[in-house]
T-cell receptor, first 109, second 112 residues
Framework: SQQGEEDPQALSIQEGENATMNCSYK?????LQWYRQNSGRGLVHLIL?????REKHSGRLRVTLDTSKKSSSLLITASRAADTASYFC?????????FGGGTRVLVKP | DAGVIQSPRHEVTEMGQEVTLRCKPI?????LFWYRQTMMRGLELLIY????????DSGMPEDRFSAKMPNASFSTLKIQPSEPRDSAVYFC??????????FGQGTRLTVV
């Protein structure tokens, strides 16, 4: 079963725009992670936010976590065509990583 | 380090045949995960190991699926007999206890 659910399922934006996707989960977590998957490839870790953190930045990525609402968001600023990929949230509840269904992001040049 | 290595990258087999997928985790990682990805069901955790011991196999769909980790550098996922509905991309991932998982490139399995 999937712990996290991403919203929207798909997103199409122009290069230079920001992309925001959300993740909701159901149970208590140790941390929440975001991964990226290019077509036909494995998942690549982007960023991890611990349950006691509210916001984290890494380059053009900004992640927020609201444990009271059991939700997280990933913001990609100034998107590039190379950001086209699927993005997944994953919840860690005791070293067991459970993934959501993902958001497909298309960045048009 | 070369990362998580999976083999084969592609496998086409006939229904009823045995299929063995292989994974070499990153050296030093103490967790190993097997996932299955399909369009319909997304990314499903099948089983994971800690220090070569299976911890949670509740995601293994049926008795036709089995996984082993005989040592810290090798794991297999076996399907016997295979069925068309097993067609999917199977990923292996490894991690330290911190939880950041490193994925292999996956094995695309097609059962005809």
């Amino acid at each position: 079963s999937q712990q996290g659910e991403e919203d929207p399922q798909a997103l199409s934006i122009q290069e230079g725009e920001n992309a925001t996707m959300n993740c909701s989960y159901k149970t208590s977590i140790n941390n929440l992670q975001w991964y990226r998957q290019n077509s036909g490839r494995g998942l690549v870790h982007l960023i991890l936010i611990r349950s006691n953190e509210r916001e984290k930045h890494s380059g053009r990525l900004r992640v927020t976590l609201d444990t009271s609402k059991k939700s997280s968001s990933l913001l990609i600023t100034a998107s590039r065509a190379a950001d086209t990929a699927s993005y997944f949230c994953a919840t860690d509840a005791g070293n067991k990583l459970t993934f959501g269904g993902g958001t497909r992001v298309l960045v048009k040049p | 380090d070369a990362g998580v290595i999976q083999s084969p990258r592609h496998e086409v087999t006939e229904m009823g045949q045995e299929v063995t997928l292989r994974c070499k985790p990153i050296s030093g990682h103490d967790y190993l995960f097997w996932y299955r990805q399909t369009m319909m069901r997304g990314l499903e955790l099948l089983i994971y190991f800690n220090n070569n011991v299976p911890i949670d196999d509740s995601g293994m769909p049926e008795d036709r699926f089995s996984a082993k980790m005989p040592n810290a550098s090798f794991s297999t996922l076996k399907i016997q007999p295979s069925e068309p509905r097993d067609s999917a991309v199977y990923f292996c991932a490894s991690s330290f206890a911190t939880g950041v998982a490193f994925f292999g490139q996956g094995t695309r399995l097609t059962v005809v």
